[in-house]
């Protein structure tokens, strides 16, 4: 896809397309953006279960047309009250996959249910529809998920009950096969029936949690009843005139920010989009930010973050004054999970949602909770057990989160929503894509298409490798590589990129969508 879908009314982006024809589908039953964007959410936890599923987190952010406000909600969980570092003697470090890898509580469903209650005009039941029909009836296997079940055959496919749903017959299911998950169908019409309280204190909180004891883990009945997401003011960042939203800590939100405050301060119109000093600017800006991230983000009730000078445009350009285009900047950073699944939705009446999910790494911890289908996050596998550092793990508490939706306004109106799919690679990439459409005047698709780099660790190596993709010319590659940059070749349209999607209204008030070729998503506008 070379260009922009554009509508006239409403527009849809997620990486799957059976979850925007979700979206779709509610929005012409009459339903609003809020609406949608709940059944495009649970729809991407039936079809795209690798990346996000019901016991997973979410990030919100939200234009109410009518208040005329940006607003946020946390839909991340919090550690169980019994889960402290003694719990892991032993270890240097919590499991990534396995039962004692789920050490906090799935919070999506918490935020389906809040923001129904606020904005919503449709049941619970009804957005859930779309995604019960999909669990029950099943849906052609996608590409994504057969090259994910493939890559995580081995865990899959020795452990019990997700083998059975995701390696029948300890087989992967073909590429464009029937999937059908009846236990999931089942557990999310308990959903419908009996609204989010049935998760977090009823039927499937006892099911989930009796399974999850069961199998010797660390949360109890307990820890699920006192959840609670939290509606949250936004951040709010300047960039050339326009206003830009991220969700505050304990998403690395804060980086777009960063990242994007200390890009202001250079001429871009003197840079061609794509050069070695397009590159090398961007990467030296995410890795300043990145320096406070690691050193500060953490659930900021148990540690003070400051904020207000992170964001401010003094200490951007101070920033500044470390960068060259001679010579890299020399930090180290640590591997984080990059499976995701981000969409957006804007409606008639210009409500806008822009939102991300995710159960960590691909498939999670690997765990399905007993009969409920549903797989079990491992987020909280990336809280430290060294007791002197900022995101250690305590009881309560919300970890170091990856997941960050954008926004971007104009005159206090929605202009761009976007995000990715990408762990590390979520700032770097929201940050090509707002330069490409805020200072070169690529439309979303065109932005989304342009050659990408992802700069950071990943499992299993000492470096911190600038990955980018062979469509970028070897002499700029050339060029970055005698700056100092660890560069590292990866395919044309490389995954590892992540699945980036967006939408722009227009002066005229159409929506232009695109979303990721890498992905199985589709923009869906009218």
């Known amino acids: 896809m070379n260009k922009s879908i554009i509508g006239t009314k409403a527009m849809v982006v997620s990486p799957h397309y059976l979850a925007s024809a979700a979206g779709q589908h509610i929005l012409l039953q009459g339903g609003n953006a809020y609406d949608a964007a709940i059944a495009v959410s649970a729809c991407l936890a039936v079809v795209y279960p690798h990346m996000t599923g019901v016991g997973g987190d979410s990030f919100w952010l939200m234009y109410n047309k009518q208040d005329h406000e940006v607003k946020g909600y946390n839909g991340s969980g919090r550690s169980g009250s019994t889960v402290t570092i003694d719990r892991f003697l032993g270890e240097d470090k919590i499991p990534t996959r396995g039962i004692k890898s789920i050490v906090t509580v799935p919070g999506m469903v918490d935020s389906w249910g809040a923001i129904l209650n606020q904005y919503g005009t449709m049941s619970l039941a009804q957005v859930l529809e779309p995604a019960i029909r999909y669990a029950s009836e ?66 499937l909180a006892e099911e989930i949690v ?9 949360l109890n009945l307990q820890d699920f009843m006192k959840h609670k997401g939290e509606w949250v003011t936004p951040l709010k960042g300047m960039y050339r005139g326009y206003e830009t939203y991220q969700v505050p800590p304990n998403s690395q939100g804060f980086v777009g920010i960063m990242a ?29 930010s990145f320096r406070d991230r690691n050193r500060y983000l953490t659930d900021p009730e148990f540690s003070s973050i400051p904020l207000e000078r992170l964001l401010s445009k003094q200490y951007a350009l101070e920033l500044t004054k470390e960068m060259s ?11 984080v999970g990059h499976d995701t699944a981000y969409a957006a939705v804007v409606d008639e009446a210009g409500n806008a949602v822009s ?47 990856t997941l960050m939706p954008a926004m971007i306004c104009k005159d206090g109106a929605p202009y761009l929503l976007y995000g990715t799919q990408g762990g590390e690679g979520q700032p770097q990439t929201q940050t090509m894509l707002a330069t490409r459409i805020l200072d070169y005047a690529m439309d979303p698709q065109a932005a989304i298409n342009a050659a990408r780099f992802v700069w950071g660790r990943t499992w299993g190596e000492e ?29 044309a349209y490389d995954s590892l990129m992540g699945h980036a999607n967006a939408i722009l209204i227009d002066e005229a008030g159409f929506k232009h969508g695109g979303v990721d070729v890498r992905s199985d998503g589709a923009a869906m506008g009218w």
């Open 355 to 401: 939102f991300i999910q995710s159960l960590y790494f691909e498939f999670g911890s690997g765990v399905v909770a007993g009969n409920t289908g549903i797989l079990l996050q491992n987020r909280g596998s990336f809280f430290s057990l060294d007791p002197t550092h900022v995101n250690k793990l305590e009881p309560n508490k919300r970890t170091f989160h």
């Open 463 to 491: 470096t911190q490798e600038l990955k980018v993709e062979e469509r970028i010319p070897d002499d700029i590659v050339a060029s970055l590589s005698e700056v100092g940059h660890c560069v590292k070749k990866v395919d």
């Open 260 to 288: 994007l405050n200390i890009l202001e301060n250079f001429d871009m119109n003197n840079m061609k989009e794509g050069s070695f000093e397009y590159y090398h600017l961007l990467v030296e800006a995410l890795k300043l």
């Open 138 to 203: 099943g849906f052609p296997l996608s590409h994504n998920q057969y090259i994910n079940t493939v890559n995580q055959f081995e865990l899959i496919n020795n452990t019990p009950i997700t083998s059975e749903i995701y390696t029948p017959n300890g087989q992967v299911p073909q590429q464009g096969s029937r999937f059908i998950q009846k236990q999931l169908a089942a557990s999310l019409k308990k959903l419908a029936e009996q609204g989010r309280d049935s998760f977090y204190k009823g039927e």
């Open 325 to 335: 285009m001679s010579h890299t900047v020399s930090m180290d950073t640590q591997p």
């Open 210 to 218: 009796s399974f999850i004891q069961e199998q010797g883990g660390l």
